[in-house]
């Protein structure tokens, strides 16, 4: 059995038709999403609208309240929730919720999934952004991650906000597998991405899929996408 697993930070989906194209092409099994934004009042949940789109059951969980139009130039002002999300072609079992830090807190969104007759745990997150320098608090984050990661049938996918040789991909790496050795770049598409790192090209990888050791994988993919400033990831997962 073969599952097909795809991380994307998808900017606020301020470009969703892209990104609802590049999604029914692929059909992965499973999809973490990050930057997911709704509404106060719960409506217009991005994370939804691709799910009901394309047929997947969803979890949502938001990680903070943000200007909309401070940080997605295409999205009208407003405040809204952001956060993360798990998409499954198949049911969801159980869903989990784990702060990474009480200061500016993040999230890693869980989601239980029987699969070819075991439990898999799916989660995706998103790390503080610190323009590429070393921060404690994203360590933190990331220490919290890696003490929260089962042993087995695990699969953690994210946004980061660390290059290759950063801490928190040290840390997370020392108690899972990084399914990609090339590690080409995933940010920036669009120089709007960060307006203090004012990215001129696509040249820094910020964007991972990690698995428990116990788990095999093959054909990790980079897409080129204009849907968002990252670029999704994908991998195959034998099981």
């Known amino acids: 059995m073969?599952?097909?697993?795809l991380s994307w930070n998808i900017w606020g989906g301020q470009h969703l038709p892209e990104i609802i194209e590049l999604l029914e092409r692929e059909r992965p099994d499973v999809i973490g999403l990050q930057e997911v934004v709704e509404d106060l009042d719960g409506t217009n949940n991005t994370a939804k609208t691709i799910a009901e789109k394309l047929g997947y059951e969803w979890f949502f969980h938001p990680t903070y309240e943000v200007d909309a139009g401070r940080l997605y130039h295409l999205l009208e002002?407003?405040?809204v929730r952001m956060g993360n999300a798990i998409l499954s072609k198949?049911?969801?079992?159980?869903?989990e919720v784990h702060q990474l830090s009480e200061e500016k807190g993040r999230f890693a969104v869980g989601a239980i999934i029987p699969l070819g007759g075991r439990e898999f745990r799916f989660y995706s997150t998103h790390l503080k952004h610190?323009?590429?320098k070393p921060e404690e608090l994203q360590d933190i984050q990331a220490r919290a991650l890696a003490d929260l990661m089962p042993k087995e049938?695990?699969?953690l996918m994210g946004d980061f906000n660390a290059t290759?040789?950063?801490n928190p991909i040290k840390i997370v790496g020392g108690v899972m597998k990084n399914t990609d050795t090339e590690l080409k770049p995933t940010w920036s598409v669009y120089p709007e991405g960060c307006p203090v790192c004012k990215p001129q090209k696509l040249d820094t990888r910020l964007d991972y899929i990690f698995v428990s050791n116990d788990l095999s994988t093959n054909s990790f993919t980079v897409y080129d996408s204009k849907g968002s400033d990252h670029l999704p990831v994908s991998v195959i997962i034998e099981i």
Do not use: E, M, S, Y
């Not at 073969?2 to 697993?5: A, E, G, P, S, V």
């Not at 198949?90 to 869903?95: N, P, R």
């Open 2 to 5: 073969k599952l097909k697993i």
């Open 77 to 79: 002002p407003r405040i």
């Open 90 to 95: 198949t049911k969801i079992a159980k869903t």
């Open 130 to 132: 610190t323009h590429q």
């Open 153 to 155: 049938n695990a699969v």
């Open 164 to 166: 290759p040789d950063g």
